[in-house]
């Protein structure tokens, strides 16, 4: 439940850029405009960054309010606390794979989610397992 709740947060934090940045990095490659394209990148990528972590700092401080008179779970406030720590990071990463789709990097981009994705959720899983 806390992990859905998570990936609805980080499509409403991103508010759109992820489209736009694939669109305008390839349109500046397109045109060799690198400096452009850089600046896209960098540039909304901060901006989301900004956008979610006061989203991220929000949420941390209702995530009791939201966990129990939302979904009636008293169980839920610390997930949705570990979790939405992760909220900047994950929002900005998504704004890494979309510069990487608009740069025509398909593999890196299919060996980021496909391969490299699960492995570090498996490698953090392992470790929260160990801490108990």
């Known amino acids: 439940m806390a992990s859905k709740i998570l990936e609805f ?3 409403v934090s991103s508010v759109g850029f992820a489209p736009a940045i694939m669109r305008f990095v390839s349109f500046y490659l397109g045109n060799r405009d690198y ?6 990148i960098l540039y909304s990528a901060g901006i989301m960054f900004l956008i979610s972590f006061f989203l991220a700092v929000a ?3 209702l995530s009791d ?14 997930l949705l606390k ?4 992760a909220l ?7 704004a890494f794979l979309s510069a990487i789709i608009g740069l025509k990097l398909i593999k890196q981009h299919v060996a ?9 959720y498996l490698a953090i899983l392992s470790f929260a397992f160990l801490l108990g």
Do not use: H, Q, W, Y
Not at 65 to 78: E, G, H
Not at 82 to 85: F, P, S, V
Not at 88 to 94: A, D, I, L, N, R
């Open 9 to 11: 947060i980080v499509v």
């Open 35 to 40: 400096a452009r394209a850089k600046g896209t």
């Open 59 to 61: 949420l941390f401080l």
């Open 65 to 78: 309010v939201i966990a129990v008179k939302l979904f009636d779970r008293t169980d839920l406030p610390p």
């Open 82 to 85: 570990i979790l939405i720590l």
């Open 88 to 94: 900047p990071f994950t929002v900005t990463g998504s």
């Open 112 to 120: 980021i989610t496909n391969i490299m994705g699960p492995l570090f």
